[in-house]
């Protein structure tokens, strides 16, 4: 796309391929979301979107993804990536930054349907956003956090050499809840698979370089 050429950005795992969502990539999403994302009995996200009636959380998810989009400025920028496996969506994979061309850091977060976790993807895809943070545009550090009963979330952090940096506590669900803040250095990160970066040349004013 000449005018938008971060819809070409594209990063490819051997499992695994990340991109801008189309339309039709959307309405997969909201599939995804519809078939299910966790334990009703817990809540992984700050924000319970996941609570919205089955009638309502389709769209919600889609308006919410092309807000993202609609919102990208050089100083505040985030891919929402959807997660494509064998030709199928199958989750979302984020990554953000702010003022990034000095701050030099990044911030991830993601979910996949629930048919589709313990299987690995979930550390191959925030590898992949990694790759392109620090091999691709120079990141110095990430940061991620998860809450202290989410398991799945801690465990990929712990994989890609993420160390702990404090708790914070919010309210979910009208509940006291505490998360364990995660930071990950350039030099701790080696990659667990490799990663295919493309597009990315004519990308690189839109994440704040000049």
């Given amino acids: 796309m000449r005018h938008w050429p971060v819809f070409d950005l594209r990063l490819t ?38 609570d919205a009636p089955a009638d309502e959380l389709p769209a919600n998810v889609i308006r919410y993804q092309l807000g993202i989009m609609s919102r990208w400025q ?17 989750g979302t994979q984020d990554l953000s930054g702010q003022s990034f061309a000095v701050t030099r850091e990044v ?12 299987q690995g993807f979930g550390t191959e895809m925030r590898a992949a956003v990694l790759h392109l943070a620090f091999a691709g545009l120079g990141a110095r550090t990430a940061v991620s956090s998860a809450f202290l009963d989410n398991a799945a979330s801690l465990g990929v952090s712990r994989k890609l050499g993420y160390r702990a940096d ?4 919010d309210e979910v669900r009208g509940r006291r809840a505490v998360q364990q803040r995660l930071r990950l250095d350039c030099a701790d990160f080696a990659d667990p698979v490799p990663v295919k970066i493309h597009g990315l040349e004519p990308c690189l004013p839109y994440f704040g370089f000049v």
């Fill in 13 to 50: 795992t051997p499992r695994l391929e990340l991109r801008l969502p189309s339309l039709e990539d959307l309405d997969e999403l909201a599939d995804r979301a519809l078939e299910g994302v966790h334990d009703p009995a817990l809540m992984p996200f700050g924000v319970p979107w996941t």
């Fill in 74 to 90: 050089r100083e505040r920028w985030c891919c929402n990536f959807v997660v494509v496996h064998e030709g199928r969506v199958i």
């Fill in 107 to 118: 911030q991830t977060g993601s979910w996949l349907g629930r048919a589709h976790q313990g």
């Fill in 166 to 169: 404090g708790l914070s506590v």
